[in-house]
């Protein structure tokens, strides 16, 4: 999961040029396509304007601050939930009025732990970043290599910063073959290009 993500197709949800990292940009307007900036996270106060985030694995997660007519999207996968993308949306949102207390956040479909080998340098990173990590890692039974769970990360995040409103509705996209797509499945069947869900919101 470490290509950057092509914007959608459609002319009305705003999307971004996702390169897999902590930065959140405020949008007012429809951005053209050949516009895009680079980034992982949307946020915006305009009626009408939605966001669109797109994933195949890495976790969309959607924000909404009722009160003050504040949306996000964050594009989180294991890069930019480490480096601090959520943390980044959170603090754009609240720049335009938005008070994290209020804040509803909602975790979409991504890659669960039973399907999302990892390696030891993985592990690494996430130990270096904070020891108590460690408990986002599990070796199954039967496996010799540990799982990340990063539903469960991404949801510690969320708690982390204070958002006290959060859900996940998060199927694992590797799993569920007939609902989702997965970069990781198809890079395992050797597939030359792979689908992208894609996650939006809006402010009506």
Request: net charge negative.
């Amino acid at each position: 999961m470490h290509h950057a993500f092509e914007p959608a197709f459609a002319d009305d949800v705003q999307t971004i040029y996702q390169v897999h990292s902590a930065t959140a940009h405020v949008v007012d307007a429809l951005v053209p396509r050949e516009a895009l900036p680079q980034g992982d996270a949307l946020v915006t106060r305009t009626r009408g304007l939605a966001l669109g985030i797109l994933t195949a694995d890495c976790a969309p997660v959607l924000f909404a601050d009722a009160d003050a007519g504040v949306i996000g999207a964050a594009h989180a996968g294991w890069r930019g939930a480490l480096g601090g993308v959520l943390e980044a949306t959170v603090a754009a949102m609240e720049g335009l009025g938005a008070d994290r207390a209020r804040i509803f956040a909602a975790l979409g479909p991504t890659i669960g732990p039973k399907s999302y080998e990892v390696g030891p340098e993985f592990v690494a990173a996430f130990k270096e970043a904070g020891a108590d990590n460690g408990r986002f890692f599990t070796i199954p039974k039967g496996r010799t290599t540990p799982h990340f769970d990063l539903p469960a990360y991404v949801m510690a995040r969320l708690g982390a910063i204070g958002i006290k409103h959060a859900e996940q509705h998060a199927p694992c996209t590797y799993e569920n073959e007939s609902m989702f797509f997965s970069f990781r499945r198809a890079t395992h069947r050797k597939e030359p290009d792979y689908g992208r869900q894609i996650s939006a919101i809006v402010v009506a």
